[in-house]
């Protein structure tokens, strides 16, 4: 069944300061990180949101795509003004604060797969998109992208049909999309409002980290690295311990587990 947003709904249940208070709502867009960039060239307060029913062409990270049906999931980006010291942190406080929500929400566990999927068991309910801007004098913004399946089924999507879940397969009913943007945007105030007055939000992710002490073949660029992942440092970064017993530090890139491989 698939059910409009409703505005009011979302803003009777968000408990936000600033973020998700200035709410941009189209039906259809080509991305939301298109338009929440031009918002924030415009000096659009921190925490503009740009939600979407229905994405024409929504981006996924390292190039992919992201599959946007209308009527079913969250597809929004939001603006944010970081201090650059806490760019990175950001990459971690958006799957925390969507497992938080998730947990919230529907009490289904929620982990991450390094750097910031969202799985419910082995499968991703959601994903997060940075894109960021900042010059030499050191003032910016980013924009981070924010995919959540909600009440989807991906079984007709090839793509996601083996690796991809939503909240409504994995509970057996809907939940209202309106009531789960509140809870991620409320989860991410808090978390971000603690990393810019210096708590560290490194730990709480760390603790959901599905990668860790797994076999995993990591690709970054144009280079692939197989190991066990051993740790996760403050700044995102995972630590992978090869065969051979070296350590390697990987700021970025896409995960497989290898015991999946089999
Ligand atoms: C990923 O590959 O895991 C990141 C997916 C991010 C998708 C969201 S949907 C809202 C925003 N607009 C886009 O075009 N992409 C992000």
Not at 13 to 39: I, N
Request: net charge negative; hydrophobic share 40%.
């Amino acid at each position: 069944m698939s059910r409009e947003f409703s505005i009011e709904a979302f803003q009777a249940r968000l408990a936000t300061r600033f973020v998700g208070r200035r709410l941009v709502y189209h039906a259809s867009l080509p991305s939301t990180q298109d338009v929440a960039r031009r918002e924030a060239e415009r000096d659009t307060p921190e925490g503009t949101t740009i939600l979407a029913d229905e994405q024409m062409a929504g981006r996924g990270r390292l190039g992919r795509g992201w599959v946007s049906p209308p009527g079913a999931n969250l597809y929004f980006s939001v603006v944010l003004r970081p201090a650059a010291e806490h760019l990175r942190a950001l990459g971690m406080i958006w799957p925390l604060a969507i497992c938080r929500a998730v947990e919230d929400v529907t009490d289904l566990p929620a982990r991450v797969k390094w750097p910031n999927d969202v799985l419910v068991g082995s499968r991703k309910l959601a994903g997060v998109l940075i894109d960021s801007e900042f010059g030499d004098s050191g003032g910016g913004y980013a924009i981070a992208g924010i995919g959540i399946n909600v009440n989807f089924d991906v079984s007709p999507h090839e793509e996601l049909r083996d690796t991809g879940t939503s909240i409504s397969t994995e509970l057996g009913r809907e939940v209202a999309r309106e009531e789960m943007l509140a809870a991620v945007l409320g989860h991410f105030e808090e978390l971000y409002e603690a990393a810019r007055r210096g708590e560290p939000v490194h730990d709480g992710w760390k603790a959901r980290l599905d990668t860790l002490g797994r076999h995993v073949r990591v690709r970054f660029g144009d280079s692939v690295e197989e190991g066990v992942a051993e740790d996760a440092e403050p700044d995102g970064a995972l630590i992978l311990r090869r065969p051979d017993g070296s350590r390697v530090r990987i700021e970025a890139g896409e995960v497989t587990l290898r015991e999946a491989e089999g």
